[in-house]
């Protein structure tokens, strides 16, 4: 093989469906219908099984804590909280460390760096670093 007999190689175009040819008019695909339509992609659902197709397409909601979430830095706290002190959710929102989102109070999950102070905590939640 010499350079001037080297080609390019052809890419393959994929069918296109429904233009006449050996199959016809419809090319398959009936006549009429959502399903003879182009854009057609529809996924098949078989009956009973909508829940775990549901699941796989992330249809879910939970409505409790959904956005209501929160992270607070342990300096933060040590810098509003006297010794004996109780952190809750609602004396974070008093002091003005925590804001309301949607009216509702949030889920608190304090993060990182070192406590000097004992104080009592309720509600809360807490990062690997800190426990």
Do not use: C, W
């Amino acid at each position: 093989m010499q350079i001037h007999e080297l080609q390019p190689k052809k890419r393959s175009t994929r069918k296109r469906v429904g233009r006449g040819g050996k199959r016809g008019t419809y090319s398959g695909k009936g006549n009429k219908g959502q399903m003879a339509r182009s854009g057609n992609n529809k996924e098949p659902i078989i009956r009973g099984l909508i829940k775990k197709y549901h699941k796989l397409r992330g249809y879910r909601f939970n409505p409790d804590n959904k956005g209501l979430k929160v992270a607070v830095n342990i300096s933060v706290i040590e810098k509003y909280f006297d010794d004996g002190d109780t952190v809750s959710p609602k004396t974070l929102i008093e002091k003005g460390i925590v804001g309301k989102i949607k009216n509702r109070t949030p889920e608190v999950k304090i993060i990182g760096g070192k406590l000097n102070k004992k104080l009592k905590f309720e509600n809360i939640k807490f990062s690997q670093s800190v426990k």
